[in-house]
């Protein structure tokens, strides 16, 4: 299948369930459909709170009847010779695996869990005009983790240098710590074309969601990474 939909469609998110309705990825639209098309997923449904499954033909037939009633928060998929809706939610056909207990430590983790904002400075940046900055430099020691690592814009990031940030007189607005909660879905929880993942997460990341969403709502949009940094994200679903 060729994929000509707009980049906004393509750069989507599907969250991907285990064989057994357990939600264990985020993956990017191509990837979805890579999984469907070969047939080790299939489409999970929520069509007005029942739940129907659809491999890509049937999915492929169900959006044949929906593309006269798109909704304003779904994405859709111009192929050759016909339109199909992207999927939200994708369950695995034959992996049983969990989890991971940890949240993984990524690039765009960290921009996620510190909301994009500059650690430094304090302003809000979209991802292209971010960097990750190690809080203790690595030359000196310091650590690729959590508690080392945060946001920082171009700008501060090369003022810093390879100083800390006593040396530098830099102040870093919070102190990194590990999550408890995969921060990409946490951030994108806050979207509402993602409502659909929420009776597959947990509470716990439902109300971090929330609050997030309540303390600054600008911020979440402003840092969609692109789709691909998304893929085996695992995620966390205490
Ligand atoms: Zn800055």
Redo the contacts with the bound molecule.
């Keep these: 299948m060729t994929m000509a939909g707009r980049s906004e469609a393509l750069g989507a998110s599907v969250l991907v369930l285990n064989r057994h309705y357990v939600a264990v990825h985020v993956v990017g639209v191509r990837r979805a459909f890579g999984l469907l098309l070969s047939e080790l997923a299939e489409v999970v449904h929520d069509e007005n709170g029942s739940f129907a499954n659809y491999d890509f033909e049937g999915w492929r037939e169900i959006s044949e009847l929906r593309v006269l009633d798109k909704k304003p928060h779904d994405d859709w998929i111009k192929a050759v010779h016909f339109e199909i809706q992207v999927p939200r939610v994708l369950r695995l056909l034959f992996y049983d695996r969990m989890p991971r207990p940890t949240v993984r430590l990524s690039r765009h983790a960290v921009f996620a869990r510190d909301g994009g904002q ?1 650690q ?2 304090g ?1 809000r940046f979209p991802t292209n005009q971010l960097s990750l900055d190690h809080v203790i430099p690595r030359s000196r020691g310091g650590m690729s983790t959590w508690e080392n690592m945060v946001c ?2 171009v ?2 990031n090369v003022k810093k240098g390879g100083r800390t940030p006593r040396e530098a007189r830099m102040k870093l607005v919070n102190r990194p710590v590990r999550p408890r909660h995969n921060p990409l879905l946490v951030l994108k929880l806050q979207n509402p074309k993602y409502a659909s993942w929420r009776i597959w997460i947990g509470d716990a990341v439902q109300a971090e969601a929330d609050r997030a969403a309540q303390a600054d709502h600008a911020s979440a949009a402003s840092i969609e990474p692109p789709t691909s940094d998304y893929e085996e994200e695992s995620l966390k679903t205490a």
Aim: include cysteine; charge should be positive; glycine fraction near 0%.
């Design positions: 500059c430094y400075c302003r920082a814009c700008k501060c």
